[in-house]
């Protein structure tokens, strides 16, 4: 088998084939991981959280865990623990995926990490705990694709990396960016304790507790989220314009950690962000029909 610390770059590619059936859909299911299973691979067992996967599943190539239950959790009695380890075959991130992604072979084939997944969550959210080593980095892909004649296009990405110490757990909520109006077919999920390039760093690790999906207003269709183009942007003086046809009625801007920091009602095109600083926020702004619209925002 190879040495497999590059599995990590992952958290930035595609797959360019038909996804692979699987549970989860549409949902995070034991996002709280007080569930776990035992699994077993030619008469070899290992540990995961139920409806997750690792690459504990490594076990049968005599290779040590990289992700434990674990008892500092956020509520409940578990969380989950990713850590970067010095094994036979290299230096190997803990990996926590949304489907299986090794062949029989314990090589990582990028196209299996796929479940099926037809709605546009506004965000993904979940307490965590980083402790990356020097460096190094932990990390989040969340990618919302479409396959059209075996061809992935994708609809849809959250993406989240933490490269200093958290003394305590913190909340983290990640917005989707939108590329694409339609709606998807698949999506590929990877938590990962390093993200550094062809060297992940020993002793990095995550904590992860409460993942979540978010659809903003849960008592309408996610598949009416949109994208709605604001412009200028980046803005240089705080306002941002759209096209009257949408009839908008209010607005919610979040930082970059979910926080809300302004709320308004509109009765025109424009959109006032006098009293924040320069950076780079999300919005959501709901129409009279309930119909909710996202971006981000820059203002310079």
């Known amino acids: 088998m190879k040495n497999i610390s590059w599995l990590i770059l992952m958290l930035g590619l595609g797959c360019s084939s038909i996804p692979r059936a699987n549970a989860q859909i549409d949902s995070i299911r034991n996002g709280s991981f007080e569930n776990w299973v035992d699994r077993s691979k030619n008469g070899t067992t290992y540990s995961d959280p139920e409806f997750w ?13 990289t992700t434990w ?34 062949d029989n072979m314990g090589n990582p084939v990028l196209e299996l990490n796929k479940i099926p997944f037809k709605s546009r969550p506004v965000a993904i959210s979940f307490w965590s705990k980083a402790n990356p ?31 200093s110490t958290d003394s305590s757990y913190q ?36 904590l992860i507790d409460d993942i979540k999906l978010e659809y903003i207003n849960s008592g309408m269709n996610e598949h009416e989220v949109r994208k709605i183009k604001l412009y200028p942007n980046p803005s240089i003086d705080q306002k941002f314009y759209f096209e009257n046809e949408y009839q908008f009625e209010s607005f919610s801007v979040y930082n970059l950690q979910g926080q809300i920091v302004d709320q308004q009602e509109l009765s025109n095109n424009e959109i006032n962000l006098e009293k924040l600083n320069s ?4 919005i959501t702004l709901i129409n009279k029909n309930k119909q909710i619209f996202t971006n981000k925002i820059i203002i310079n």
């Open 279 to 282: 950076g780079i926020y999300y």
């Open 53 to 65: 996967y690792t690459l504990n599943s490594l076990k049968v190539f005599g290779m040590e865990p």
């Open 133 to 163: 080593a020097l460096g190094d980095s932990s990390a989040l892909n969340f990618t919302l694709s479409k396959f059209k004649n075996n061809v992935e296009q994708t609809i849809g990405k959250a993406s989240w990396t933490k490269g």
């Open 171 to 206: 909340y983290i909520q990640v917005f989707f960016e939108y590329y694409s109006d339609e709606n998807p077919d698949s999506a590929s999920i990877i938590f990962s304790s390093s993200i550094n390039g062809f060297d992940p760093i020993i002793g990095s690790s995550l």
């Open 69 to 102: 239950p674990s008892t500092i959790s956020k509520t409940g009695e578990k969380a989950v623990y990713l850590e970067t380890t010095s094994q036979a075959f290299g230096v190997i991130p803990g990996l926590l995926t949304c489907n299986n992604m090794l």
